[in-house]
């Protein structure tokens, strides 16, 4: 009886905003206009337009895929302290997180989608009326596990809010379920996107055990760092109050899951380089260079020097807990993750071909205009989602059919459990 | 040759079957396969028919393309239909008058190919049979087969050149040449996600053109660097245009889609040697059935020293090198 409403005040939500929020949001609208423009062209002419070829067959559209399903995955290191370990402090950043989640997979699909020679015969991928290779194929795995996912992070938010909205409290025994299923997905999607690289012995670059841990590692330290930063925001630009306490818990897990991320990156090169074999010519190629081939040579080097700088600033308790040095070292590690584990993951492994030829990759300018494009794309999702959730999470915006009576600011899905919380201070301004 | 019906059995067919009750798929399915068919006798008596009549039925056609089912899975009536509707198409979009054979793996044959590294002197004939025979994209270059030239002494694809651009046999130098190995375990055929590729049981590796989704990831898997990817539209010159085709090989590749070396399933299904092996103007080449004890390949592989690339993958290649 409240969905019409919810639909509509959701909208209004979505709609309404300062100037600046208009601004960011036709600015946004603009890239993802350019990157349609761009992949109009792609699609007339075929992936032809891009840098792509028969040696590097994957590109930047594959890279940002492998990066962004981390930063899908790392909902979880929110999800399961607040709602499974019941951690107080990170009630309210739990649907922010579930936001750049469904934010996230909009792009890794999007991106995947981009990458087809052939979209329009994406259909041969549902089983029915085309034949899905599972269990046979890691990409037929990927294909169920992202969009169970995306269905799982937009299905357990909706009924939170749904019931804000109507001034119910969620009920736990329906919403606890899936949000295990939801916790134990995250690790999936990850695991996944890894073994589908990883499995193939054809590209010993990939063709390594560690590469699933190390996925985990990365992922955990880049979403956390971008969760940092979008609260440290939406604390500043809304009345929309996160604790203290929540950031330094954040910090710790990305500083955590920076190191353990630096320590394999440490052991996957004395692995390749102690005792180099012919299965390293990749890595040699990625990190050194192979004659007068070294394109990417300077780019990866960029991404340790972010990671390892800004895992050193993050090491250190008083800059950690300032938020001066928090919010830049959380956003250097970011970039530095997305060069490693993007184009510094995926293009070496075709460089050199197995059969030794070297052909290097440059990303021409559809490629970036389409990639801009996603990117903006999956920012305005993730701007609405938020913008939507917001004014319900904080009370302002409840169903028109309980006028009656007295809205009940429901902040955290755990309230329903007395004895447990704790009142903080609302910030006023 | 097992292509089954020509336009006008088709037509016949059709004119009976809609006699018949028939539930509603199968109705539709008569429906459009007659109404190709109505439009292909018509415009055969007029050549000359209304430009907008032939785009109608290109649409029409090209639509019942998209729709229709993998290969692998298709009734002979479905497969027997693709193929009339794919040389139409042909003859209408682009001039060309070709004949697509379905022919299936002859039983008791599975291949095997050999290549004599003494032998091979690099002159790239095999390249070039294999770019006209299977119809292969100018514009791209795109080739199966690669011949590396390395020096004398040690066996390194890494230190070897495959752009070698100069006389040849050049001096203290030896030649090698790849292509699909046919694998008896193909990585390539495990990872796609719509089951647009597989193994066919005389062991030739194929890929469903119009089903393969383009998504590369074969390409990612296989050890051999055997599989192309159609970058952009395919050049063929129509007067070079092959016509004797099959559908799992030579035919028109789309924009989009996979290919790759079918050890020229049209001519070796039919009893011929691979394009490759009989251009070859020195011998290094031997094909045959494995299953044939009498084969020369099944002599090769008795008499002499035969390795295989990338063994210890244990992808059990069909394809041995060795030498006099």
Known sequence: MHLKPFLLSAVNSATSGGRSYHLWMASLSLIILAGAYAYSVQLRYGLGVTGMNDHVSWGLYISNFTFLVGLAAAALMLVLPAYILEDVDFGRAVLMAEAVAVGALVMCLSFVVVDLGNPFGSWHLVPGIGYLNWPRSLLAWDVIVLNGYLVLNLAIPFYILYSHYAGRTPDKRKYLPWMYLAVMWAVSIHLVTAFLLAGLPARPFWNTALLGPRFLASAFTAGPAFMIVLLYFIRHATKYDIADRAFSKLALITTVAAQINLVMLVSELFYKFYSPTEHGINARYLFFGLGEHHALVPWIWTGIALNVLATITLMIHPLRRNPHWLMPACAVLFVGIWIEKGIGLVVPGFVPSPLGEIVEYTPTWVELGVTAGIWALGLFVLTVLVKVALPIELGDVRSPYLEARQPTPIVRPRSARAGHGKVRPVRTR | ?324
């Not at chain 2, 008569?30 to 032939?54: I, N």
């Not at chain 2, 990831?217 to 099959?246: D, G, K, L, M, T």
């Open chain 2, 1 to 324: 040759m097992t292509r089954d019906s020509t336009p006008d059995k088709q037509d016949a067919q059709d004119g009976t079957m809609l006699q018949k009750s028939v539930d509603r798929r199968h109705a539709l399915k008569v429906l459009a396969g007659g109404l190709a068919a109505g439009v292909q006798a018509v415009s055969a008596c007029a050549p000359l028919s209304a430009a907008s009549d032939e785009e109608r039925e290109i649409r029409v056609l090209a639509w019942q393309e998209y729709i229709k089912g993998n290969y692998r899975f298709m009734t002979e009536a479905e497969r027997a239909e693709t193929i009339a509707r794919l040389e139409r198409l042909a003859q209408l979009r682009r001039g060309e008058d070709v004949t697509i054979q379905t022919t299936g793996a002859q039983p008791g044959v599975v291949f095997g190919y050999a290549f004599n590294i003494s032998k091979c002197k690099g002159f790239r004939r095999c390249v070039e049979a294999c770019i006209n025979e299977n119809n292969l994209d100018r514009r791209a270059d795109t080739q199966y087969i690669r011949i590396f030239e390395m020096e004398d002494g040690v066996i390194n694809l890494d230190e070897a050149d495959a752009t070698f651009q100069h006389e040849v046999p050049a001096e203290g130098h030896f030649y090698m040449g790849t292509q699909c190995f046919q694998c008896a375990d193909p990585p390539c055929v495990k990872v796609c996600p719509v089951k647009a590729t597989w193994q066919e049981p005389d062991g030739i590796t194929v890929v469903d053109y119009d089903w393969c989704i383009g998504c590369r990831y074969c390409i990612a898997a296989c050890p051999y660097w055997a599989r192309r990817f159609n970058w952009s539209a395919a050049e063929v010159p129509v007067e070079e245009v092959n016509p004797n085709q099959h559908y799992l090989g030579n035919r028109a590749r789309k924009t989009g889609v996979v290919e790759k070396c079918t050890f020229c399933i049209h001519r070796t299904r039919q009893g011929r040697l691979p394009a490759c092996a009989e251009a070859c103007p020195t011998g290094a080449r031997v094909f045959g059935n494995l299953l044939d004890p009498d084969s020369e390949i099944r002599w090769v592989l008795a008499n002499k020293r035969v390795f295989r690339l990338k063994e210890d993958l244990k992808t059990e290649p069909r394809f041995w090198y060795f030498t006099d």
